[in-house]
Structure formats: C-alpha cells, structure tokens
C-alpha cells in the first residue's frame, strides 16, 4: 500500500541545445511525491523448509549423506564433498562450543539485540560441521571457552525469521 502526497514543483532547466526559448517550459511544473510503501513478501525456504518447520516443533535437524556418512549442520540437501542427496537426521540439540565471537555492534535486522553479544560456532553432537548462532544467558564473557558444552534452546515467537526460534544456551556437561 503507499500513501501519496504530492506537490507541483518548478524545476527550470536550461535548454542544451542553446540559447532558444526553453521547448519544454511548458512541462517544467512536475509533481514530486512522497511515498511511503509497505510490501509483503512469500519468501520460500526452499529445501531447507523441515530445518526451521522442526525448529518449530523443538527439533534439531540436520543432514546426512548416504555416500559418505557425513552430517552436515546447517543442513545441506547435496553433499558438499561428493555431490549426493542427502536425508534428515535429528540431532540431540546439544553440542560443543569450537569457537565464538563477541559483538559489540548490532546490525538493523539484530537491533533487538543487546550488545555485546556472542555469535558461537558449535560443533553438535553427531555432526561433522559447525552450526554458528547465537549464545544466550553465558553469565559472564570469560565463562565462554573452547570445548564449553552447550545445548539447543527454544521459544515460541513470534520472531522475524524462524532461524530466531533457536538460539544455544550454557548446558551441564
Ligand atoms: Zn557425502
């Protein structure tokens, strides 16, 4: 939908072609308006759909090839290394911190977000890669270290994108 207000503005511009009379002066009075647009998108997750339908349903998915035996998190519906289909498979929702980042600057889409925040790298148990999100409720920043067992938490919404249903979470070792 946009909102529209308008205005007749007069824009004098020289003739390029020379000293003659302007040929347009006659169209010199334009409208310039404001617009205000909000637009709704269907965006498809594609053949990533399950991951974040079972986010919904506090599973944790991931993939695993049939060639290779190899478990891909964030899922991957082909193999990286030898180009197979892979199948879904659940995983405990808990794994290992391999490394983080601490942020002290939010972008626009993570405004909500107060800084700093931790982005951890997991490597979760059953898997072969690393699934980076969000760290929540660690305490203190120099609690978080490498081999830190951490575990899959989950909310009910409503967020902006269903990646937001998950985040990790401290877990008992
Ligand atoms: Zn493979």
Redesign the pocket.
Known sequence: MATVTGKLKHLPAPDPLGPNPDPWADFREIEVLGLEWTQHYKHSLGKYSRFFLELENRRFFATR?P??Q?VWTPPRPV?P??L?ITGWVELSGRGQVVSFSVLHYAPAMLSFLKTPYVLAYVKMEGADTLFAHLLQNFGDLSQIRHGMPVRVVYNNGPVDHPIMLMAFEPADS
Do not use: G, V
């Open positions: 090839c060639k290779c190899k193999c290394d030898d197979t």
